[in-house]
């Protein structure tokens, strides 16, 4: 009986995490589009500013338990899931508290004097999305995605449709803050009827010690992780100022939608599954070249994409034509990080502090480069991203091959041949949009529609020319969990707490 609820529950889980990211980052797209109409880059900047200090604390009130407790291999799983509640609990209400503190501090470094009051805001923010994380976490130890649809989905379209109504009546920067705040606290809630009821936060010394052993390795992992991904908003706040964070901004908030959307949701399944086929080289090799590939060939489509159909972010409006650029350069980036990204999940089951070492190299590298080049302006800043993320692929690629034992040429050859079907299909969209002189038009929704349909065509006939087979990944991903099943169950029962 537990292996098939194992098997079940690992099999479907790409299946129910997808719906969710999908439906959460459909709306996060048509907030970002709707702000954009309705914000000039000024107030997109303060915004960002805002935003980021609050991440921030939001990467820090996890403290890395919420990896611990996915990982934790004893049998006492109602006594750590209690330990986690609690230590949540009083880490967001501290780093809330913090933030509040802060916030004049903040405002004044980043010269956005407009953020102090929705900066006090998010210090409730981080407390209630605090609480609501480990009830997910809860879930996701157990593989229960399909439950943990609803706290992951529900309160996100409720704040994101908030958040829309507000910016198109005329709220301004308050639209997302409200929005978050709604957010976080229906989150909470929702996370506590769905699991919650059942689990009372309470202290097990014991199980906190060992737990706090895994977390601080996770959450070195988990905010170097975010650093990296957020050294940049920081460093163009700092150097270039708001207007220039707010044209930034948008570059980045397209660019990053494959990430969010495909390799999130891949990795986010891929990584309980490691832990629990680890000690089985083929099945790890199978998961890995799978998740890889599937990744790939998807957040190519994407991030190729953006970079090819860049111009037509001046849909937004002309004011944001600065940013077309960037967002080039980071439609690349976000190709490579995502290869990285998806190999880091075997690395935080094998060796975290390995996988932190490297997110620690990749931030002080981003950051010495932008630091000193990067005041060049913000293309020059998406150009960095792009030269940093290419050796630091190689390395985790290596270290990989090394620390887990499987062989990384397979992985290798797929992402040289989805990355020439990515060329293919943009030099067929570009020649086409230099050929038809409506189609380079970008202000035109059609000429976007046309070119993207051409870009999306082209690049799925060249891939399955070279790469067939690509759209069976997923089910043979969900077919291996379910081979596995019964040694990963065994396994579950039979291992002792380190």
């Known amino acids: 009986m537990v292996s098939t609820v194992f098997a079940r529950r690992a099999a479907r889980g790409t299946v129910w995490t997808a719906a969710a990211t999908w439906l959460n980052r459909l709306f996060v797209?048509?907030?970002?589009?709707?702000?954009?109409?309705?914000?000039?880059?000024?107030?997109?900047?303060?915004?960002?500013?805002?935003?980021?200090?609050?991440?921030?604390?939001?990467?820090?009130?996890?403290?890395?338990?919420?990896?611990?407790?996915?990982?934790?291999?004893?049998?006492?799983?109602?006594?750590?899931?209690?330990?986690?509640?609690l230590s949540l609990m009083v880490l967001g209400a501290v780093l809330g508290g913090l933030l509040v503190a802060l916030a004049p501090a903040i405002a004044t470094v980043f010269s956005a004097p407009d953020a102090l009051p929705l900066l006090r805001v998010y210090g409730i923010v981080i407390f209630v999305d605090a609480t609501g994380s480990a009830y997910i976490g809860m879930l996701t130890r157990e593989l229960d995605f399909r439950r943990r649809f609803f706290p992951d989905v529900l309160p996100s379209v409720c704040g994101s449709l908030l958040t829309v109504g507000l910016a198109l009546g005329g709220v301004g920067i308050w639209s997302l803050v409200i929005g978050d705040l709604v957010t976080g606290i229906l989150r909470m809630l929702v996370g506590f009827v769905v699991v919650g009821r059942h689990t009372?936060?309470?202290?097990?010394?014991?199980?906190?010690?060992?737990?706090?052993?895994?977390?601080?390795?996770?959450?070195?992992?988990?905010?170097?992780?975010?650093?990296?991904?957020?050294?940049?908003?920081?460093?163009?706040?700092?150097?270039?100022?708001?207007?220039?964070?707010?044209?930034?901004?948008?570059?980045?908030?397209?660019?990053?939608?494959?990430?969010?959307?495909?390799?999130?949701?891949?990795?986010?399944?891929?990584?309980?599954?490691?832990?629990?086929?680890?000690?089985?080289?083929?099945?790890?090799?199978?998961?890995?070249?799978?998740?890889?590939?599937?990744?790939?060939?998807?957040?190519?489509?994407?991030?190729?994409?953006?970079?090819?159909?860049?111009?037509?972010?001046?849909?937004?409006?002309?004011?944001?034509?600065?940013s077309v650029p960037v967002a080039r350069w980071l439609g690349i980036y976000i190709c490579i990080r995502s290869a990285a990204f998806t190999a880091s999940s075997l690395l935080r089951v094998v060796n975290p502090r390995v996988n932190a070492l490297l997110k620690g190299a990749w931030v002080v590298l981003l950051a010495v480069l932008i630091a000193t080049v990067g005041r060049n302006g913000i293309t020059t800043v998406g150009a960095i991203q792009v030269v940093v993320a290419i050796p630091l692929l190689a390395a985790y690629l290596l270290l990989v091959r090394r620390l887990a034992g499987v062989s990384i040429w397979p992985v290798i050859l797929d992402m040289a041949r989805i990355a020439f079907a990515a060329a293919v299909a943009a030099a067929a969209t570009l020649a086409l949009r230099h050929a038809v002189a409506p189609l380079a038009d970008p202000t035109s929704l059609g000429a976007l529609v046309v070119l993207g349909i051409v870009f999306c065509a082209t690049y799925a006939l060249a891939l399955a020319l070279i790469l067939p087979g690509v759209a069976s990944d997923v089910r043979g991903l969900r077919e291996l969990a379910g081979k596995k099943n019964e040694t990963a169950a065994r396994a579950l029962a039979a291992e002792s707490v380190p």
């Open 29 to 85: 797209l048509v907030v970002v589009l709707v702000l954009a109409r309705n914000l000039d880059a000024r107030q997109f900047g303060v915004l960002g500013v805002a935003t980021l200090a609050a991440n921030v604390a939001l990467q820090l009130n996890e403290g890395g338990m919420i990896d611990a407790l996915i990982w934790w291999p004893g049998r006492q799983d109602r006594d750590a899931a209690e330990t986690t509640l």
């Open 200 to 322: 009372v936060p309470r202290w097990h010394a014991a199980l906190a010690a060992k737990l706090m052993r895994f977390g601080r390795a996770a959450l070195a992992s988990t905010f170097l992780e975010f650093a990296l991904q957020n050294i940049d908003y920081a460093l163009v706040a700092l150097l270039l100022g708001p207007v220039a964070l707010g044209l930034y901004t948008i570059a980045f908030r397209v660019a990053i939608l494959p990430f969010l959307v495909v390799t999130w949701v891949i990795a986010g399944v891929a990584f309980p599954l490691y832990a629990r086929v680890i000690n089985d080289r083929p099945a790890v090799q199978r998961v890995l070249e799978l998740t890889m590939r599937v990744c790939g060939s998807l957040v190519v489509l994407m991030g190729v994409g953006v970079a090819t159909l860049a111009p037509s972010l001046e849909l937004l409006g002309q004011r944001w034509a600065p």
